[in-house]
């Protein structure tokens, strides 16, 4: 008890700078750190059960309860069935349906974890290194009080806020707020999201003044999600070489709906939602749910957009220099912004590398190639309006001029590249996510896949965020993808089964873990030959 | 990189063959007769473009050096063995191939003022071609440059020479006079002869390959005198050229004798090329520099490979400088202890240009004096530079005992001065058994070393070959080391 009170002190003592409300200066270090993080039970009183349950019916206003929300949330997250009574077994759990986000802090206890630590001269301390808890965990890092090496301290270690991992707050926001504790109008979105009557159908701008960040608008939850999948310095959350070298496994490429799909879904879907409530909702904010293929393509672009500003923004500011020094132990040039493969691969006569022969600056080795795959298309699609028009283009050109003028590039003219980039991207991208894509736009989406797909050299990564978004836009099977892409599906799933304590208790449970010894062999056996002939085929279909 | 550097590194792996002595008898008759001189005094022959040079069709004369004669001590057929064995020969042929062509076209693609062909680079002329002095930007064609690395490559553009050299008078010119006419004595120093060979096979000002180049499709550079000197098709007979009239080839310890001098001349030329490369407007970092294969492999799971390097930043270790590096000998500390200080700097995320610079100049003083260093082997002293080497590889290594921090470029030099020393040793001592041993266990380390068909770089994500290669050594130690009783 009390660490929890230590750690409520010190994510409050930090002296409160005027509130900045925006959601925009919501998702800063500055953002986070006005908010206090509460522990999951909070939410779990709500969230863990069914909307059947008396209090949760009485907090939501509804009786009936309201199945606007499902109630099971955390259960979902954890993998686990909901039983009636405390007295009865819970079934087992489908270990490939558990959140993985809930495995996030235990895997800092993993083989991987153990042996990353000797190698970074830390042996068994990374749950407590502050570097790897900026994803690791929900909890805001920067305000953690740490011991002289640099760890944080001892007394935090079993916190039920760091050892739940990616939880509620992870993503939804940082949900209390001391300042206003107490006071007749609850200012943290872990009071106010119950207490407001209204809530549901206030407009986003409007939660993000209570620390609730939005999750409705695709720009704001990409961004949520590659702050970690791809990372973000300002917060801390960078997977450094150095890190990768000890052993992290690679971050994949991101695609927005691709994830969301992977992910055990702890929501309803707007259609899914009860009509009645749907129409009061539509009659509030004056929304109406737009076509879904559409919104579908739609999406796709814009987080490809977000994803490749994020992406250029981290690079600014690694390259700059910017990412908090306690936090984020990085050098420029940080080899963890370059194309992993452009150097890790064995040396083969006549590889499908050489035969290649891309054209212009060999043995220069060029930033991440995935993020700007989709962007391209976002960009291809989008360019004809007038507003893209008057836009100075997203600085692919740019981006990669600079990169090329020596080796890792001139850290100047790319941190001028890349901002200009990140800027722009994030404007089209805005903009884009409150208009409706034309028939003819669509269909441009699908044949920039089609053309993406044959192009010459595709690299694996790249060909992954493909042949993702080919799949989504046709709502393939998983029958259907492994026969398509048998290369690309990485079966993380099948992984390696671990056994994880479980925090705060003598059990443990057993977890399923990414085992690079099966994950990294494709990778290097990757053949790009053989992706093209899939979309090869897959256009000869399509003109038939 | 591709089948030509396969080939380059079976060369330097291969088993020293037995005899590569006399090579150039094939190409010898016999004559006994007088050399029938041309008058002594030659007009010198006018400038041309290209200034000194004369070309290697003016050394193969029938009666000069493209001829059938035999004398001893005198070298009748040099020219027929160069044109028909030596690769030096083909050098400008290359340039012609489709490889060339494409890597001409990826590096210059996008540069408007970029040469059009290979030979018309003075990239690539450079060391392709004999040059007198290195060239720059876009070269004219020119005829001479067809012989590839020829007589005057090595030996000094002949203009101001040609004209003594085949006189009587030749002979008994002392060296300074023929060194001021441009002629360079390679008969009696191993390092001056190890130092022209370094010019191009490590390279120097004007005569970098680089990443770039690497990455178009050039061969990566690894040279190791004794090795080269061993599989050249030798186009001169054995000939008492030093000054105390004995023929450096004929040393018990040639081998070794080579793998010292190769050694200094190699750290030479590196050192200078790395000056070369911190010039501003090159490629800098220049990934040349580095270890290849700590980037160059594929991501695997190897738990033994992560903990080799912990800050995930590829290791300053060129190919060159290993052997010296590994050195404990106190001789050499003003030399190792600069190289270890411009380790720090280039291992640094981004090296500084004026730093590396400074050092290497610190380093290339402290190593002249090296470089004319006689050395006279006695079995003792062979054992205790193999101990020196075995212990030096394993100084990264933690655990002391296998070479598992080691990359294979450090263990493929160790192997190079092991057979190297063995060499000398079975001179030496005729009569030890243990050499027959000590080459059994180089034998495992070859095969371990190699790579697998179709492959340029180690390719496997097993510890079990360095497992394998440090079990050889450990024998190779464990029967040299004198504190080992022996039978």
């Known amino acids: 008890m009390r660490s929890i009170a230590a750690l409520l002190l010190l994510l409050t003592a930090a002296s409160l700078p005027a509130q900045d409300t925006s959601c925009q200066a919501l998702f800063t270090r500055t953002g986070f750190t006005q908010r206090t993080s509460l522990p999951i039970g909070n939410c779990g009183d709500c969230h863990s059960g069914s909307t059947q349950s008396p209090r949760v019916a009485a907090r939501l206003g509804n009786p009936g309860g309201s199945k606007w929300i499902r109630g099971d949330e955390i259960l979902i997250w954890l993998g686990e069935t909901s039983v009636a009574d405390a007295s009865q077994t819970p079934a087992p759990r489908d270990l490939s349906a558990v959140d993985r986000h809930a495995q996030a802090w235990t895997s800092l206890r993993s083989t991987t974890a153990e042996q990353m630590g000797v190698v970074l001269g830390k042996p068994g301390q990374l ?37 739940s991992g990616v939880s509620c707050e992870g993503c939804h926001g940082t949900s209390g707020d001391a300042a206003t504790q107490g006071a007749d109008l609850p200012n943290g979105w872990g009071t106010a999201h119950f207490a407001l009557r209204n809530w549901r159908n206030m407009p986003p701008d409007e939660k993000c003044r209570h620390g609730y960040l939005d ?29 990768y070298a000890a052993g992290h496994p690679p971050l994949p490429p991101f695609e927005l709906q691709t994830f969301e799909q992977q992910m055990p879904k702890h929501w309803r879907e707007y259609h899914e939602k009860p009509e009645l409530l749907r129409q009061e909702f539509e009659a509030a904010t004056g929304l109406k749910p737009a076509d879904p293929a559409e919104q579908q393509a739609r999406e796709l672009l814009v987080s490809a957009l977000i994803t490749w500003s994020e992406s250029m923004k981290l690079t600014a500011d690694l390259a700059e ?122 269909q441009a989406v699908t044949a920039g896949l089609l053309n993406a797909g044959t192009a010459a050299t595709v690299d694996y990564d790249s060909a992954r965020q493909i042949a993702w978004s080919w799949l989504l836009l046709n709502s393939a099977t998983a029958d259907e993808q492994q026969k398509l892409f048998p290369q690309l599906f990485l079966q ?26 099966l994950s990294l062999p494709p990778i290097a056996g990757y053949d790009p030959q053989s992706f093209r002939a899939a979309f090869e085929t897959i256009r000869k279909s399509q003109s038939e | 990189m591709t089948a030509a550097t396969a080939a380059l590194f079976a060369c330097c792996l291969q088993a020293v063959t037995a005899d590569t002595q006399a090579q150039d008898q094939g190409a010898a008759g016999a004559s006994d007769g007088p050399v029938a001189g041309p008058p002594a005094a030659v007009p010198p022959i006018p400038a041309t473009p290209s200034g000194r040079l004369v070309g290697a069709a003016s050394c193969a004369a029938a009666s000069c050096h493209g001829g059938g004669r035999r004398i001893e001590g005198l070298h009748f ?28 076209e990826l590096l210059g693609a996008g540069q408007a003022s970029a040469p059009q062909s290979a030979v018309q680079d003075a990239r690539c002329l450079n060391c392709h071609a004999t040059v007198e002095q290195p060239l720059t930007g876009t070269v004219p064609v020119n005829f001479l440059h067809h012989d590839g690395v020829g007589c005057e490559a090595c030996h000094g553009a002949a203009r101001d020479w040609i004209g003594l050299h085949v006189t009587s008078d030749w002979k008994s010119l002392p060296a300074t006079a023929k060194a001021a006419l441009g002629y360079v004595e390679l008969g009696s120093s191993l390092t001056e002869r190890a130092r022209r060979c370094a010019e191009c096979h490590v390279g120097g000002v004007g005569r970098d390959v680089n990443h770039d180049l690497i990455a178009a499709g050039h061969p990566r550079l690894d040279y190791e005198f004794s090795t080269f000197h061993t599989n050249y098709p030798k186009h001169w007979q054995p000939r008492a050229d030093t000054p105390d009239k004995t023929d450096l080839e004929q040393s018990p310890t040639f081998t070794l ?83 270890e200080t411009l380790a720090g700097q280039m291992n640094q995320s981004a090296p500084d240009r004026l730093l590396v610079s400074r050092s290497a100049r610190t380093s290339l003083t402290a190593l002249q004096p090296l470089l004319t260093e006689n050395h006279q082997w006695t079995t003792p002293a062979v054992d205790a530079l193999c101990l020196e080497q075995i212990r030096g590889a394993r100084r990264t290594t933690t655990d002391g005992t296998t070479l598992a921090a080691a990359s294979w470029d450090e263990m493929a030099q160790l192997y190079l001065a092991l057979r190297a020393a063995v060499a000398a040793r079975r001179t030496l001592d005729t009569q030890d058994t243990r050499n027959e041993k000590i080459s059994q266990h180089l034998e495992v380390i070859r095969s371990q070393l190699l790579f697998q068909p179709g492959y340029d770089s180690p390719g496997t994500s097993s510890i079990d070959p360095v497992l394998a290669i440090s079990a050889a050594v450990n024998q190779i130690e464990l029967l040299l080391d004198p504190k080992t009783p022996q039978p």
């Open chain 1, 215 to 243: 999750v409705r608008s695709v720009a704001s939850r990409t961004k949520i999600c590659v702050s970690c999948h791809v990372g973000n310095a300002e917060l801390g959350r960078v997977v450094t070489h150095e890190m």
């Open chain 2, 77 to 104: 057929s040099a020219s027929l063995v160069w044109a028909g064995r030596d690769p030096h020969a083909n050098a400008w042929d290359v340039l012609n191939t489709p490889r060339s062509k494409t890597m001409l």
């Open chain 2, 257 to 339: 004798d080579a793998w010292q001098a190769g050694r200094f001349a190699a750290a030479e030329a590196c050192l200078k090329l790395l000056e070369d490369r911190t010039t501003a407007g090159r490629p800098w970092p220049e990934l040349a520099e580095y270890s290849c294969f700590s980037c160059h492999h594929n991501l695997e799971n190897r738990s033994w490979y992560q903990q080799r390097r912990s800050n995930g930043r590829p290791g300053w270790e060129t190919w060159s400088l290993t052997p010296l590096r590994n050195s404990q000998n106190p001789k050499l500390l003003p030399l190792t202890s600069s190289i």
């Open chain 1, 492 to 517: 993380l799933h099948q992984g390696r089964a671990e056994s994880d304590p479980i925090p705060g208790s003598n059990e443990t449970v057993t977890v399923i873990r990414i085992d690079p010894a």
């Open chain 1, 127 to 163: 749950h407590r290194d502050r570097a790897c808890l900026a994803c690791h965990t929900s909890l805001p890092v920067y305000n953690l009080e740490c011991e002289s090496d640099g760890l944080i301290s001892a007394a935090l270690e079993s916190d039920v806020r760091l050892t």
């Open chain 1, 321 to 442: 220099q910017k990412a908090p020094q306690e936090l984020v132990r990085s050098e420029w040039p940080e080899f963890a912004q370059f194309d992993c493969y452009a150097c890790h691969h064995d040396l083969r006569h006549d590889g499908w590398r050489q035969q290649a022969q891309i054209k212009g600056h060999p043995g220069r080795p060029r930033l991440i190639p995935w993020p700007a795959t989709l962007a391209e298309l976002a960009w291809n699609v989008t360019s004809s309006t007038p507003e893209a028009a008057a836009t100075p283009g997203i600085g692919f050109a740019e981006v990669r001029q600079a990169t090329v003028s020596t080796p890792f590039g001139d850290t100047r003219e790319l941190i001028k590249a890349a901002r200009a980039a990140a800027a722009s991207a994030e404007q089209i991208a805005s903009r884009l996510e409150t208009s409706t894509l034309t028939p003819q736009q669509q």
